[in-house]
C-alpha cells in the first residue's frame, strides 16, 4: 500500500510537469519582407537641336551646347556608374560631348566624347535618390568637317556595376 | 508532509496546470519592396510604410475555465535576419467569435524584442485578425531578404 501511494504521487507529479511544458501560452508567426536591388535612370527629355554655325573671324567654328535636360536615379546597390554611347559614330571632324552633374557621393568625369562605346560618365554612385541632375551636351565642328546635314543620335545612358 | 496530503496536493497542482489558456496563431506576412515602391519613379526614394492586409493572421484563445477569466497578449519579435531602423507594428482588426470579451490592440503598436501588452479579455476568442505595419522604408535598405518571428504569449490574469 505504502508503494502504492508513493508510486501514485510520483506519477501524478509527473503528470503535473508534463501539462505545464505542454501548455501553450505563446504562438508564432512569421514576417518577411524582400527588398530587391532597384536601379532605375531617367531623363527629362530630348535636348534641343544643336547647330554650329557661326565661328569667330580666324578661329575654329564655336560650338553649340545644350543644359536643358536632366537625369535623375534611384539606386540602393553601391559601386554604380553611369556610361553613355551613341548608336553611331559622329561624322568626321565632329564630336558630340556630354556632361553629366554627379549626384550626392558620385563623381563627374566632365565633358566625355560620345561612341559607340561606353565611357564612364559618372562613378562612384552609391545608394542615392536624385533628380534634377543637368545633362550638358556639346556639339563641336572643325572647318574640315564642312557642311554636315542634320543629324540623330541616339544617346544611350546606362546605370551599371562598376 | 504525510503522503496523502502530498498525492492530494499534487492532483490539484496537476489539474491546475492542465487548464492553461492557450494561444495559438495562424498566417504572417511577406513583403516584397522593388522599383515598383518608388514614390515617383526614378530619383525619388522608396515609400516609407506598408501595410499588410488586414486579416494577414489570425490568433485565437482557447482553453478558458469561463467567459470571466481572464488574459492577456503580449507581443515581441524574435529577429533572424532584421535591420532595426524598420520599424514593425501590429494592431488588432477585429474581435474575432467567441462568447468572451476582447479589447485594446486597435492602434498600431510598436514590436519590439522585449515583451508589450498586444490586447486583452475574457473567455475564449476565435479568430482574431492581426494587420502588421513596416514603417522607415529608403533606398538606404541594402537588397536581402529580412524576417524576424513575432511572438504572442498570453498570460493568464487574476
Redesign the interface.
Known amino acids: 500500500m505504502k508503494k502504492l501511494i508513493v508510486g501514485l504521487a510520483f506519477l501524478v507529479v509527473l503528470l503535473g510537469l508534463t501539462a505545464l511544458t505542454m501548455a501553450a501560452n505563446t504562438a508564432q508567426q512569421t514576417v518577411t519582407y524582400e527588398v530587391t536591388a532597384i536601379n532605375e535612370i531617367s531623363v527629362s527629355g530630348d535636348p534641343t537641336n544643336l547647330v554650329v554655325n557661326t565661328a569667330t573671324a580666324g578661329s575654329e567654328p564655336t560650338a553649340d551646347t545644350d543644359a536643358t535636360t536632366t537625369w535623375a536615379v534611384t539606386t540602393n546597390e553601391s559601386s554604380k556608374k553611369m556610361t553613355g554611347s551613341i548608336d553611331s559614330n559622329m561624322p568626321a571632324n565632329t564630336t558630340l560631348e556630354v556632361n553629366l552633374a554627379a549626384p550626392t557621393g558620385g563623381t563627374g568625369q566632365g565633358d566625355v566624347t560620345l561612341s559607340t562605346t561606353a565611357g564612364d560618365l559618372v562613378t562612384g554612385i552609391a545608394t542615392v535618390a536624385e533628380s534634377g541632375l543637368t545633362i550638358t551636351y556639346t556639339l563641336s565642328a572643325t572647318i574640315a568637317a564642312g557642311v554636315v546635314a542634320q543629324a540623330q543620335k541616339t544617346v544611350t545612358l546606362t546605370l551599371t556595376d562598376s | 508532509m504525510g503522503?496523502?496530503p502530498?498525492?492530494i496536493i499534487?492532483?490539484f497542482?496537476?489539474l491546475t496546470?492542465?487548464e492553461?489558456?492557450?494561444?495559438?496563431?495562424?498566417?504572417?506576412?511577406?513583403?516584397?519592396?522593388?522599383?515598383n515602391d518608388?514614390q515617383s519613379?526614378?530619383?525619388?526614394?522608396?515609400i516609407a510604410t506598408?501595410e499588410s492586409v488586414a486579416n494577414a493572421?489570425t490568433?485565437s484563445i482557447s482553453n478558458c475555465t469561463g467567459d470571466s477569466d481572464n488574459w492577456r497578449v503580449d507581443v515581441r519579435?524574435s529577429d533572424s535576419n532584421w535591420q532595426g531602423d524598420y520599424l514593425?507594428s501590429a494592431k488588432r482588426t477585429s474581435d474575432g467569435t467567441g462568447t468572451g470579451s476582447i479589447s485594446g490592440g486597435l492602434s498600431y503598436i510598436e514590436i519590439t524584442t522585449a515583451d508589450v501588452e498586444f490586447f486583452s479579455g475574457a473567455g475564449n476568442r476565435d479568430n482574431i485578425d492581426l494587420q502588421?505595419r513596416?514603417t522607415g522604408?529608403s533606398?538606404?535598405?541594402?537588397?536581402?531578404?529580412?524576417?524576424?518571428?513575432?511572438?504572442?504569449?498570453?498570460?493568464d490574469e487574476p
Open positions: 503522503r496523502v502530498f498525492l499534487s492532483i497542482l496537476a496546470r492542465v492553461a489558456i492557450d494561444i495559438s496563431a495562424a498566417g504572417g506576412w511577406t513583403e516584397t519592396i522593388d522599383e518608388l519613379g526614378a530619383g525619388s526614394n522608396l506598408y493572421s490568433a519579435r514593425l502588421y513596416l522604408m533606398v538606404n535598405a541594402s537588397p536581402n531578404t529580412y524576417n524576424t518571428t513575432i511572438i504572442l504569449t498570453i498570460v
